[in-house]
């Protein structure tokens, strides 16, 4: 890059590239991956038909979850000689599901320059053309594989009052979003499918209105799930959650029971009325 600077550290430019649509990627970017002394990156094969793609023959170097710590005192090494180095992973944003942190998180100790390239994310992508509310919204990351564990971490999940996203493998979709309907409710949902590519499919609906269709094939592709919030879902409650959120609540918290009827309403999404009479068949108490 600029000759004037050899003696001083170069940058950290940790760049997005495309999510499929390889014209997905900013003039900025570009330039600065074509620039740079090295790139590193996830797959070394896969950037290689990115840069091909626009003539960039900037070298690359491999820096991938099982190397990121070794290939990072290498690359540091490099900018603290005063080379520019940018860091790429396989699709969209480094870090965001991706690997990419250890190497930052070592650059900012050291000192040096990180700086984004922003461009293509699958989840900011679904979020922006799925219609649900986006000023805020809860990022799950993949779900955990195990079906155990992902249970557990979705009962956490139950009362978030955002959009839901996560990322999922075309393996295990089915599974999850199984286990998202049993426990998080039959919620709106919109599937995002290969976005940007080929075959995108982005579908709207009930879960088990998608379920169904999935299951009918095998699923493919790369998938970014957004789940309606909580407080607008018909969640349904089986009598021992009424009763816990109830005991919680009037208990622990010392609410009325009106107070409490209206605080589990608001959670849920179900009428009050429906929401006070359970609670009065099941705490067996008058009315206040
Ligand atoms: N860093 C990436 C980003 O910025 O979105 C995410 C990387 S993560 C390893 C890969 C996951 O992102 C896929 O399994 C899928 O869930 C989601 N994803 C990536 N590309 C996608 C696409 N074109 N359409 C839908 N989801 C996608």
């Known amino acids: ?49 990115l840069l091909n793609a626009h003539g960039i023959g900037t070298p690359l170097l491999s820096l991938h979850e099982h190397n990121e ?28 599901s ?60 139950r009362h978030v009052e955002t959009t839901l996203v996560f990322y999922e493998s075309p393996v295990r979709i089915i599974a999850a979003l199984k286990d998202v309907c049993e426990i998080l409710g039959d919620r709106e949902m919109v599937m995002a499918r290969e976005l940007t590519k080929v075959f995108e499919e982005i579908a709207r609906g009930k879960i088990s209105e998608i379920l169904p269709v999935l299951s009918a094939t095998k699923p493919r592709g790369e998938f970014t799930v957004l789940l309606e919030q909580a407080q607008r879902a018909a969640v349904s409650l089986t009598e021992d959650d009424f009763r816990e959120m109830l005991r919680q609540l009037c208990d622990e918290q010392s609410l009325s029971l009106r107070d409490a009827v209206a605080r589990v309403a608001g959670q849920t999404g179900l009428p009050r009325k429906q929401v006070y009479d359970a609670a009065l068949k099941i705490r067996r108490i008058p009315n206040p």
């Open 69 to 96: 710590k070794e290939r990072s005192t290498r690359i540091l090494a490099k900018i603290r000689d005063g080379m520019s180095v940018a860091y790429v992973s396989d699709a969209g944003t480094p870090c965001i």
């Open 1 to 49: 890059m600029d000759k004037s600077a050899e003696k001083k550290p170069g940058t950290l430019y940790v760049v997005a590239t495309p999510i499929g649509n390889l014209e997905d990627i900013t003039l900025r970017a570009l330039r600065i991956l074509r620039e740079v002394g090295l790139i590193a990156a996830e797959d070394t094969r896969h950037t290689r038909i």
């Open 98 to 157: 991706d690997p990419g942190h250890h190497l930052v998180r070592a650059a900012l100790d050291e000192r040096i320059a990180v700086v984004p390239v922003p461009g293509a994310c699958a989840l900011a992508a679904a979020l922006s053309a799925g219609g649900f509310p986006a000023d805020a919204f809860f990022f799950c990351g993949f779900l955990p594989a195990k079906e155990n564990k992902r249970r557990r971490y979705l009962e956490t999940l």
